[in-house]
């Protein structure tokens, strides 16, 4: 169970007066979601950001109730259409700032250059004529190439299961990755190696409407009270792995 501190819900804001006449909290997720960060499986463990959101429910004596989005981009147009409290696995970017509102930190989100083998990939611009993979249709050979990848190196790949296939054949012996993907995929492949983080750092945050400021100051009390717990390492390392502090301890800095 999650132990921490937080606000009382009883404030007097509209937004919580809604939660509180209902007692429950209507949270938003993808469908695509990864089991480790929410599970819709009630007989496997309910997931980093589930644990996290239940935790909170019972501190204030609700229910959480979990809404489905059919595709990611469904999420925050259907956050603003209130059919949920807010939603979960969302990269907080400026663009999406002008829709909605954010909480504090839950993750950081960065792009990092991983290998397989003894060794870590090399800086960006040590890579000389190393093949890099991408994933077609993303940002990330843009962010490659910013940070020093020689656009001629980047090969493209259809998804990320096509991406890890060609890392495992050595088509390429470097390839970009989320942070998040990482954390979860080298736990099935420890030979998995963290290279050099590419571009901006970005938060994992939850999504909610801009005016609903009462919900959101304490779900950040909540957020950073959790911080301060043996239950937050708990999480991170049951759901990411015995390295996955040191890592997100490193994407914390610039």
């Known amino acids: 169970m999650i132990l ?10 509209s937004d919580l007066k809604q ?3 209902r007692r429950s909290l209507r949270v938003l997720v993808s469908a695509d979601e990864a089991p480790e960060f929410f599970s819709f499986d009630s007989k496997t463990r309910p997931g980093f950001e589930r644990e996290m959101l239940e935790g909170f429910a019972r501190l204030h004596g609700l229910r959480l109730e979990v809404v489905k989005a059919a595709q990611f981009d469904e999420v925050i147009p259907s956050i603003l259409r209130d059919q949920a409290d807010l939603a979960t696995g969302i990269v907080d970017t400026e663009g999406r700032r002008k829709q909605v509102g954010f909480t504090v930190e839950i993750l950081p989100s960065r792009l ?7 060794r870590p990939p ?4 040590d890579l000389g004529g190393d093949r890099v993979g991408t ?5 990330w050979a843009e962010t490659a190439i910013a940070a020093g990848v020689p656009a001629a190196s980047i090969d493209a790949f259809a998804d990320t299961p096509a991406l890890l ?3 495992k054949a050595r088509k390429v012996p470097v390839i970009v990755l989320s942070l998040s993907d990482y954390v979860l995929l080298r736990r099935a492949d420890p030979d998995l190696r963290a290279g050099p983080f590419l571009g901006e750092r970005r938060s994992a945050a939850w999504a909610l409407r801009k005016d609903d400021l009462e919900l959101r100051k304490v779900l950040n009390e909540y957020i950073e009270n959790l911080r301060r717990t043996p239950t937050w390492g708990r999480l991170a390392v049951g759901y990411f792995g015995n390295d996955a502090l040191a890592l997100l301890g490193r994407a914390q800095r610039p």
């Not at 994933?135 to 940002?139: A, C, E, L, N, V």
């Open 4 to 13: 921490a501190a937080g606000a009382s819900l009883a404030s007097g804001s």
């Open 19 to 21: 939660i509180e006449a």
């Open 112 to 118: 990092l250059l991983v290998g397989r083998g003894p």
């Open 122 to 125: 090399r800086q960006p611009g």
């Open 135 to 139: 994933i077609q249709g993303t940002s």
């Open 165 to 167: 296939g060609a890392l």
